[in-house]
């Protein structure tokens, strides 16, 4: 095989690699509104080469809901009030983990799951943050829906597995 054969299949096996990566759900549509008795609450995580292989459990209350995947969201409907989102990490990981948020009724709010890598070359960081409307509607729009009902659960390797 020659140098240029190789180089190609290696290109080939990259791309299939970081298409694998990504949340496959349909594009981001917006949900039905919530009523008077209830908040939305999208969460997103924009595509990234930073740790695409990296999928954290997001909790919500301290209940796991589902894995946040490169490119992926996901939405739900909360009893307004004080609610607590956290990303379950291992140890060896940095950053901002969890964000509270007070949720009005009829109102939406876009949390985003930010990674990225220390100054170190295997500390990884991920951190969860509330986002302004204008920002969170701009970023999910390229995001795949991941339905929470088919999320595989969270393990400790920290990686997303079949579990």
């Known amino acids: 095989m020659k140098l240029f054969d190789i180089e190609k299949y290696l290109l080939i096996v990259l791309l299939f690699s970081l298409m694998a990566c990504s949340a496959v759900g349909t594009r981001f549509q917006l949900a039905a509104p919530p009523n008077v008795e209830s908040s939305l609450v999208y969460i997103y995580r924009a595509s990234s080469w930073k740790n695409m292989l990296i999928s954290p459990g997001v909790l919500i209350d ?10 992926g969201y996901s939405f739900f409907y909360l009893k307004p009030g004080v609610h607590t989102f956290t990303l379950k990490l291992s140890d060896r990981w940095e950053g901002l ?18 990674t990225g890598l220390g100054p170190e070359l295997f500390v990884r960081n991920f951190r969860i943050v509330k986002v302004a409307d204008p920002i969170g509607q701009e970023e999910i729009k390229e995001c795949g ?19």
């Not at 088919?150 to 400790?156: A, D, G, I």
Request: no cysteine; hydrophobic share 30%.
């Open 145 to 163: 829906y991941l339905d929470p009902a088919q999320s595989k659960r969270f393990s400790k390797s920290y990686v997303l597995e079949d579990n």
């Open 62 to 71: 301290g209940e796991e809901k589902f894995l946040i995947q490169n490119g």
């Open 97 to 114: 983990a969890q964000v509270q948020v007070n949720t009005e009724p009829t109102q939406s709010y876009y949390l985003k799951v930010d």
